[in-house]
């Protein structure tokens, strides 16, 4: 009715939309599964799922902004092969908001693109592959926190650079792209950086899966995964044969939600999420959830209410 030609959202949108609208329909048999995954048929597939996809929002779109958190990479590349025309927004309430951005025209592939005009943006200290907390200056960033000149003086350096709480890096064309909140980073056993914002893309992306958290209790990889019900109760028989197949004892114990889908869980739904995953980003356990797990008004995961130590409170990097 109303056929927008503008409009902002934030990344969970449109990622509902792909894994309740694509992945689900090409996931329900092994032939729909490999022809969706040969690249050719795939792109074919986007590109007429794109056009019905932009019919849905009214067929005039000419701007599709997303922001608020880092795009799902499968989703992106869907929308890039859908020629549906997204922007990427990158920013934070202290900079009023936006930092870098690309425009329809302007997107690659985990960018958040380019400073916009006025803004200055620099890695701070970076590794030798770049990395560091991206630092922003520009007249959009705040004075201060208003009484609060500790809190200022974290975040803002004497000479005006603003610190965003962000891994990132600049490619050779001054494209940003972003890691996650330092804050989130969890070390490894080998000092290396575990990003669970990306492992959670990856768990998501499974079709049983609704929403998942990541992480660290013990030294292990932990995630808590909130299932799919319906879509588990639809395919059930066929899982009942895969637990059978593979000899799995305990699916047929039937008490609740954790000890029906306990077996299954913990022996196939962790492999197919490891085999996806880097040797340091491998989950040792799957915590079973029974409701939604509470989010900000930007729809992002309140991950202190989860862990078990404060917010940024992490291993020392002992390099």
């Given at each position: 009715k109303i056929r927008p030609t503008m409009m902002l959202s934030v990344p969970l949108i449109m990622e509902k939309l792909f894994q309740n609208q694509i992945l689900k329909k090409f996931s329900e048999n092994k032939f729909k599964e490999t022809i969706y995954n040969r690249p050719l048929f795939r792109k074919l597939i986007h590109r007429l799922a794109g056009k019905k996809l932009y019919q849905t929002f009214g067929g005039r779109l000419v701007f599709f902004g997303i922001g608020g958190a880092k795009l799902d990479a499968t989703v992106e590349r869907f929308l890039r092969e859908a020629n549906f025309p997204y922007a990427i927004g990158y920013g934070l309430t202290e900079s009023a908001p936006l930092l870098a951005g690309a425009g329809t025209k302007q997107t690659k592939l985990g960018?958040?693109?380019?400073?916009?005009?006025?803004?200055?943006?620099?890695?701070?200290?970076?590794?030798?592959?770049?990395?560091?907390?991206?630092?922003?200056?520009?007249?959009?960033?705040?004075?201060?926190?208003?009484?609060?000149?500790?809190?200022?003086?974290?975040?803002?350096?004497?000479?005006?650079?603003?610190?965003?709480?962000?891994?990132?890096?600049?490619?050779?064309?001054?494209?940003?792209?972003?890691?996650?909140?330092?804050?989130?980073?969890?070390?490894?056993?080998?000092?290396?950086?575990?990003?669970?914002?990306?492992?959670?893309?990856?768990?998501?992306?499974?079709?049983?899966?609704?929403?998942?958290?990541?992480?660290?209790?013990?030294?292990?990889?932990?995630?808590?995964?909130?299932?799919d019900l319906d879509e588990l109760e639809k395919n059930i028989e066929h899982i009942k044969s895969v637990i059978e197949e593979k000899k799995i004892k305990g699916l047929h114990t039937i008490h609740g939600l954790d000890d029906k889908y306990k077996s299954w869980s913990q022996h196939i739904l962790k492999k197919e999420i490891n085999d996806k995953l880097n040797r340091v980003s491998q989950i040792k356990r799957l915590e079973l959830i029974d409701k939604p797990l509470e989010k900000t008004a930007t729809q992002k995961i309140k991950r202190f209410l989860y862990t078990k130590h404060p917010a940024g409170e992490h291993k020392e990097n002992k390099d």
């Open positions: 960018s958040t693109g380019f400073a916009v005009q006025g803004v200055e943006l620099k890695i701070n200290n970076p590794d030798k592959n770049g990395l560091g907390e991206i630092w922003a200056k520009g007249p959009n960033v705040m004075l201060g926190y208003y009484k609060n000149p500790e809190a200022t003086s974290e975040v803002l350096t004497p000479d005006g650079w603003f610190r965003t709480g962000d891994y990132g890096y600049l490619d050779s064309h001054k494209r940003l792209y972003i890691k996650g909140r330092m804050k989130n980073t969890i070390i490894g056993a080998s000092g290396e950086n575990i990003y669970p914002e990306d492992i959670e893309s990856v768990i998501n992306n499974n079709q049983y899966v609704l929403e998942s958290l990541v992480f660290e209790e013990d030294g292990d990889l932990v995630a808590k995964i909130l299932l």
